[in-house]
């Protein structure tokens, strides 16, 4: 149920026409599903869903030496990012552990950030304490942010955004979306081709609403947000990845580019260096559990004594392979695909195995792919 | 024949000292699909307000609780290859267990179909 003092979403009286049961998260009132998440899971995988995450923390960053500023805090090689382009990166902290995970696009004079919701104020209030006077952070609030996922996401955009279709994966660029200014990037949070929307709130339910009026899309719920970026192998800030979490540990070490590993110069370098010499002591893996009750969060990773030795982050049942998945982190020794896992949850012991994520294959639209 | 239903929005349909329990249209809805159900063997003791099933939806793992004590006098082995029997008909095939009560006194603590209807809008 949501709390009468959650904050209310651009789109909150719109949701709530297309029948959405709303829960409190990240202090919003936000969709949890529609018509239920089985079902809008399936749809998006097969068509084309519409999500609101206007939750999220959107920024700008203005001011000279931009480049070097945010190389002090993240530990991406900026000199790569050409104008238009995305990547992802990290907030992290002096001891290497990951404060937030988010986007960040470079926009002729400016970086476009965007961070989770449920981190935000605490995003800005780092990034202002850590970067120099001269930089000047801009919270977009007046910002929402629509995501558009699925195979058929591009035949519907590019339907009322023409020029959206030559966008590849990881690239934005400026748009109008029935006479709204508009920068859409290829990129999600699902594993599917599609788009995220940055518009002003006061055009997020016009948007909204000739985007949901495309016969290919439905409205999509947070909770088929979760179970498909799960089956993507994707981690979520505040479950998979927290403050006591380094890259290294995450596998997410692809998040610090080849001249920063090199050079260092970001926050926990030190630990990361090491990390990526020696090996983390744990990693996250991905496993697929036998049988068919989902384990979930919070569940015990434990050894043939039944000591715990790392602990399930993200667990559920995967609307795709029909069978429970789950993320966790265990012993480096015990994270090679094919080793067997065992889990401890409610009472009960269950099986698992190692596998490689994604657990669904990505479908993204990378350039010079074929389509 | 009367059927029962609890706080916890289950329902148990009670014929002499033999009952058939599950969930109601309400529980199935605030659940979504369900996935996973483990419901009891044959010859289990179950008490009132104790563990009795489980229940897993795309969301949330949920405990079932026996709305009365009793002996199960059979679990309902459709769920297990059929789990979305309790979304798509919560109060007929999605039943989870059959038992024989042990104690007829203990329903007088229950709700009637009209006195769960209330109860319900009034969350």
């Not at chain 2, 008490?47 to 897993?56: I, L, N, T």
Request: charged content about 25%; overall charge negative.
């Amino acid at each position: 149920m949501s709390d009468p003092l959650d904050k209310k979403l651009p789109l909150d009286s719109w949701h709530r026409a297309k029948g959405a049961r709303m829960v409190s998260f990240a202090d919003y009132a936000m969709p949890i599903q529609y018509e239920g998440i089985l079902a809008e899971h399936l749809w998006t995988r097969a068509s084309a869903g519409l999500f609101d995450v206007s939750h999220m923390g959107q920024m700008e960053l203005h001011g000279t030496d931009l480049d070097a500023a945010l190389e002090t805090v993240l530990p991406a090689d900026l000199s790569l990012l050409k104008g238009g382009r995305l990547r992802y990166s990290l907030l992290l902290n002096d001891e290497g552990g990951i404060i937030d995970d988010l986007m960040v696009t470079r926009r002729g004079d400016h970086f476009y950030l965007v961070v989770n919701g449920a981190t935000k104020h605490g995003d800005i209030a780092h990034l202002r304490h850590k970067l120099p006077v001269g930089i000047k952070l801009d919270h977009l609030e007046d910002h929402a942010l629509l995501a558009l996922q699925g195979p058929k996401a591009v035949d519907v955009l590019s339907r009322l955004a023409p020029g959206v279709e030559a966008l590849s994966f990881m690239t934005g660029a400026a748009f109008q979306i029935d006479g709204a200014r508009a920068w859409i990037s290829r990129s999600g949070y699902t594993g599917e081709d599609g788009f995220e929307i940055s518009i002003l709130a006061r055009d997020a339910e016009t948007v909204a609403e000739s985007i949901a009026a495309q016969a290919e899309v439905k409205p999509i719920g947070l909770g088929a947000r979760d179970s498909m970026r799960l089956e993507a192998g994707l981690p979520l800030y505040g479950h998979d990845l927290d403050e006591e979490t380094t890259p290294i540990e995450a596998d997410l070490g692809f998040a610090i580019s080849k001249r920063r590993r090199e050079e260092g110069g970001f926050p926990g370098d030190e630990r990361i260096q090491r990390e990526l010499k020696h090996g983390p002591i744990r990693r996250r893996v991905g496993l697929a559990v036998l049988g068919r009750q989902p384990v979930r969060e919070g569940a015990m990773v434990v050894d043939v004594d039944g000591d715990e030795v790392g602990k399930v982050t993200s667990g559920g049942f995967s609307p795709c392979l029909e069978a429970p998945i789950a993320m966790a982190y265990v012993p480096t020794a015990s994270a090679e695909p094919g080793t067997d896992i065992r889990l401890a949850s409610r009472g009960k012991i269950f099986e698992a195995k190692v596998v490689a994520m994604p657990f669904v294959p990505h479908r993204y639209h990378r350039k010079g792919a074929a389509k | 024949m009367t059927t029962y239903y609890t706080k916890e929005h289950e329902w148990i349909r009670v014929e002499g000292d033999n009952a058939t329990v599950g969930i109601t249209d309400f529980a199935q809805g605030q659940l979504g699909d369900i996935v996973f159900v483990e419901v009891p063997a044959a010859g289990t003791q179950v008490k009132k307000g104790g563990d009795a099933a489980v229940v897993e939806s795309v969301k949330a793992a949920s405990d079932i609780y026996a709305p009365v004590s009793g002996e199960v006098t059979e679990g309902n082995a459709a769920l297990e290859a059929d789990p979305s029997l309790i979304n798509s008909d919560p109060e007929g095939e999605g039943w989870f267990f059959k038992l024989t009560l042990s104690d007829n006194h203990e329903l007088s603590d229950l709700m009637s179909a009209e006195d769960y209807k209330s109860f319900c809008d009034s969350l």
